[in-house]
């Protein structure tokens, strides 16, 4: 069973414009001990989604339909008191920005304490031992565990928020861009880090990212997102190589390879849908150069695909075409929507 | 903006431009409750002479020659009389003028010192900056109720040594804030623009950037009013206001003095107190109004 | 601390200035200011002995440094009235004012940053749609009218606090102490401390509730709840703690405002303080009490803005502690 599986979930945000379907169709499930990573552009809803797994939503936000079930447990059902056991113990988070995620009034060394003390339980004169630990685990020197938040540089700060979601040995930690602020070498050193403690506790991460480069350097599994649909989920190798849908095509193709050069970059023209009134049919169809009549028409469900692997596409039939087609530049080009 | 667009239009659509940061606050409902109130005591200031039932300063007295001293409200009398036998409503009238002249005098002479100084220490920085700014922290080390009352109280109890005594100190604020938005407008584009074709530079500063910073010198000025009419209201019942002019700070001095508040003669010192709050109150909320357009985070 | 050392230089040249503008507006005042001194009976030789016992036959520059010098130590020479050394009635009337300006600042702190709290948590709500104007009525209320009205109401009508002064007449006491700590001074004490104390809470109040509202929008304040912390923790020891900071610092720079700006409260409430002090050194033309009560007070507000910036930095973590990379 996985620890993490996501049915049907779907979202609004009430807003003085009119309600914004931010989530539509949820669906994806997290293995243990796997890095899964969930991909997508800047407001397709993977944040909202990666949020509400925690249940610590915007004000305006509310789960309108579907189950998370955490280990078993489906956490939309549960009462708040249920859901805040869980809470840091089971799952951690691990934010975009570190700077203002830590609160700057404290030393890094009492925000730790105050989880173990607070939701751990930890006796006093254990607390010390495990700060240390936590720090040699993310590759800090434990001696600066009682600076501030902001005497650390940005990658260092990463790595404490790290070693403060770990502090609990969570079953699963999820990621909000934790490398987004980074440099590129600073980067690769965090997702090393990332990658190599998941193997060592068998913890299961859910990476939420926008960037697909990072997706095939740490992940196992990735979950493709588009205008609040999953629309793609499968092994990383699986998905990347042999892509499904369109969209999983355009997004490789819009990425470098953490390895390689930054060529021949490919955008995907046009931009995502008012998600206040979406589009009927598939909601990629806008922008899709394979669209048919009828993808403009019905929304395309999640298909199995084999090899464990899914996608919400009409021109299944026609995958071969279509990728051939997709890594010719001209493909993607304005003009030829 | 075309280019076809003809020479006047063009100055009007400067002008309109120009004017909207200073009129946009006023759909906020807290300024424009604020602006109400201006306009309602204006109108009153204005039109004092028709209004008032006496001379404020007279001494009345009844037909058969008695004083007409600390009567209750009546129909000859909307607010009584004082113990000297004055007509309490027509003073209050009457002082609507010294407060809103204090006031609105003050509030331009600080904002307008207040801005030039920012203007000139942001725009030029350098020694001028250095100069002006360590002007200001000598201005705010200097305690601002008291230094007024040594102005009137030494140089002679007149209005204008009050305002220049709070002109003297209040424009610190104004100017550090004014300062701090010119260092980030001058370096935007369109002024930068403006520097590389050439424009002189009093020009850049007072076409290019005072424009932008014209709405901060409106909430400053807003403010300003409330601590002007506030403090010419303490001097003036501490004792120090001019001796010939009727004021509410002097009505309650008056009031206080003759054991209004041991009597419990509500409709004498109620009303002058009541009057300089709407009118600070005033401030307060037109000033609002701009921090919301300003500020828009301050909002919710 | 090189910044520490220049903002206390800093604070030496303005308190010099100050200083020096004090200087100017006491020797440069129409009419010599012994004048109100000089009994019309005075010969000729009276009254030179007279301005040389005020060292006003130097010359300006002399008189100038003479100033300069007793004012470090203290030194403002006798009252023209009370005919006693300035600095004696200064710190006898010292311990009135700061009594009264803390105990004032203290109330309306402690409560104004509870309710700026109370308020950013039930923002939206009706409350806040009575209380915003509310506090800005009584922020915009002159504060002796304040005390006009509470003490009509308190003092004369009901009775229930002494009308004036800070102890009753012909009360003796053994020692100063024994004196601010009797009942008879507190119930003195209670009206004129909360009419400032009502004066002054707007400011703490509006200023809390605004950072609260900044800092609960905060992502450390997100990353709280996600850890699953009490409503309570979040609230005290994250969102409170933030937003104090600038509170803090007011509450300082507060102080050093209110020691002048008491002058009014002081003399609605017949305070025997050092701003009614100034208030009738200047009516009565005693110059030297006006100048040192005047000085004085510069004195505390300067300090206490430098107090204010050390705060602020002792308080503020991203301040004292430099980066370390």
């Known amino acids: ?337 | 903006m075309r280019d076809a667009v003809e020479p006047v239009q063009r100055q009007r659509t400067r002008f309109v431009a120009a004017i909207a940061p200073i009129l946009a606050p006023l759909r906020d409902p807290f300024a424009a409750t604020g602006v109400t109130i201006y306009i309602v005591f204006v109108l009153i200031a204005i039109f004092a002479l028709s209004l008032v039932s006496h001379d404020p300063l007279e001494i009345l007295f009844n037909d058969d020659g008695r004083l007409v001293a600390g009567e209750g409200p009546s129909r000859q009398h909307l607010l009584g009389t004082t113990t000297l036998g004055r007509d309490i409503f027509s003073q209050l009238v009457i002082g609507t003028r010294a407060a809103l002249y204090v006031g609105l005098t003050a509030a331009v002479v600080v904002a307008l010192i207040g801005t030039v100084v920012g203007l000139v220490s942001g725009y030029f920085g350098g020694w001028p900056d250095a100069v002006l700014m360590r002007l200001a922290d000598v201005a705010l080390g200097i305690p601002f109720l008291p230094f007024v009352i040594l102005m009137a109280g030494f140089r002679g109890p007149r209005t204008s040594n009050i305002i220049l005594g709070i002109a003297l100190l209040l424009w610190p604020n104004t100017a550090r804030v004014i300062r701090a938005q010119v260092l980030s407008v001058r370096e935007r584009a369109f002024v930068e623009a403006a520097r590389v074709t050439g424009a002189s530079t009093w020009r850049i500063l007072f076409v290019h950037v005072a424009p932008n910073i014209l709405p901060l010198s409106f909430l400053y000025g807003s403010i300003a009013v409330g601590w002007a009419i506030l403090t010419e209201a303490s001097i003036a019942f501490l004792g120090f206001g001019p001796s010939n002019q009727v004021s509410w700070g002097s009505m309650l001095q008056d009031a206080y003095a003759s054991q209004a508040l041991s009597r419990g003669d509500y409709h004498w010192f109620v009303p002058p107190g009541l009057c300089i709050v709407l009118v600070v109150v005033a401030g307060f909320f037109v000033s609002r109004g701009y921090e919301t357009i300003l500020f828009p985070k301050l909002k919710d | 601390m090189l910044s520490l050392l220049s903002r206390f230089l800093q604070m030496l040249f303005v308190l010099w200035v100050v200083a020096t503008i004090l200087f100017f507006l006491f020797r440069l005042m129409p009419g010599d200011p012994t004048v109100a001194y000089i009994d019309t009976n005075f010969n000729e030789e009276q009254v030179r002995q007279l301005k040389k016992s005020f060292g006003l036959d130097q010359p300006l520059h002399v008189q100038y440094v003479l100033y300069l010098g007793n004012l470090a130590v203290g030194e403002f020479g006798n009252s023209f009235h009370q005919k006693q050394p300035v600095l004696k009635i200064l710190l006898s009337v010292l311990p009135n004012t700061i009594i009264l300006t803390l105990s004032s600042l203290i109330i309306a702190y402690a409560f104004g940053s509870l309710a700026g709290a109370w308020l950013a948590w039930r923002r939206g709500t009706w409350i806040e749609g009575v209380m915003i104007p509310l506090v800005l009525t009584l922020r915009a209320a002159p504060e002796f009218w304040l005390g006009m009205v509470l003490l009509s109401i308190f003092g004369f009508q009901l009775g229930w606090f002494p009308s004036g002064g800070a102890n009753s007449a012909g009360a003796l006491y053994t020692s100063e102490w024994q004196r601010i700590t009797s009942a008879d001074f507190l119930r003195h004490l209670v009206l004129p401390a909360a009419t400032l104390a009502l004066y002054l809470q707007g400011l703490p109040l509006l200023l809390m509730r605004s950072n609260m509202l900044d800092v609960m929008s905060e992502d450390f304040i997100t990353m709280a709840r996600m850890k699953g912390l009490s409503t309570r923790a979040i609230v005290l020891r994250h969102a409170a703690r933030n937003a104090l900071l600038p509170v803090a610092t007011a509450f300082a720079l507060g102080f050093g405002a209110s020691i002048g700006g008491n002058v009014v409260i002081e003399t609605v409430f017949s305070w025997p303080g050092l701003g009614r002090l100034l208030v009738s050194a200047v009516a009565a033309s005693d110059y030297p009490i006006a100048q040192g009560a005047f000085f004085i007070i510069s004195v505390v507000l300067v300090v206490m803005n430098f107090v204010a910036d050390l705060l602020y930095s002792a308080l503020d973590p991203r301040v004292s502690h430099a980066r370390r990379g």
């Open chain 1, 1 to 337: 069973m996985s620890i993490l599986a996501l049915n049907g979930l779907r979202i609004d945000y009430a807003t003085a414009i009119g309600t914004v379907s931010a989530v539509d169709r949820g669906t994806f499930v997290v293995p243990r001990s796997e890095i899964v990573g969930l991909v997508g552009e800047s407001g397709c809803g993977k944040t909202t989604l990666a949020r509400a797994i925690t249940g610590v939503m915007a004000r305006n936000a509310h789960v309108i339909d579907g189950e998370i079930i955490f280990d078993g447990r489906d956490l939309v059902a549960a009462t708040p008191a249920e859901r805040r056991d869980v809470l840091w113990r089971q799952i951690a988070f691990v934010p975009q920005s570190a700077m203002n995620a830590l609160d700057p009034v404290y030393r890094v060394s009492t925000q730790i304490r105050e989880v173990l003390i607070d939701r751990g339980r930890y006796r006093r004169a254990n607390v010390p031992a495990r700060i240390d630990a936590l720090f040699r685990m993310v590759g800090l020197d434990p001696g600066r565990q009682h600076d501030y938040p902001h005497q650390f540089s940005g990658g260092m700060r990463q790595r404490v928020s790290i070693a403060l979601a770990l502090a609990l040995n969570p079953k699963l930690l999820i990621a909000d861009e934790p490398v987004t602020a980074l440099d590129v070498i600073v980067q690769r050193q965090v997702l090393d880090t990332l990658r190599d403690l998941q193997k060592r506790l068998a913890i299961s991460i859910l990476l939420v990212t926008h960037d697909i480069s990072v997706v095939a350097y740490v992940c196992n599994r990735v979950v493709v997102m588009y205008a609040g649909q999953v629309v793609e989920q499968g092994p990383v190798a699986e998905v990347l190589e042999q892509p499904f849908h369109p969209y999983t095509m355009g997004l490789t193709n819009a990425f470098p390879d953490l390895a390689r050069a930054r060529d021949q970059l490919v955008p995907i023209p046009g931009s995502p849908p008012d998600l206040r009134n979406p589009p009927p049919g598939c909601r990629f169809a806008p922008r899709c150069p394979f669209a048919i009549d009828r993808c403009r028409a019905e929304d395309p469900q999640l298909i199995d695909v084999g090899n464990g692997h899914q996608a919400s596409c009409w021109r299944s039939d026609a995958v071969v075409e279509m990728r051939s087609k997709a890594k010719e530049a001209a493909t993607w080009s304005p003009s030829s929507l």
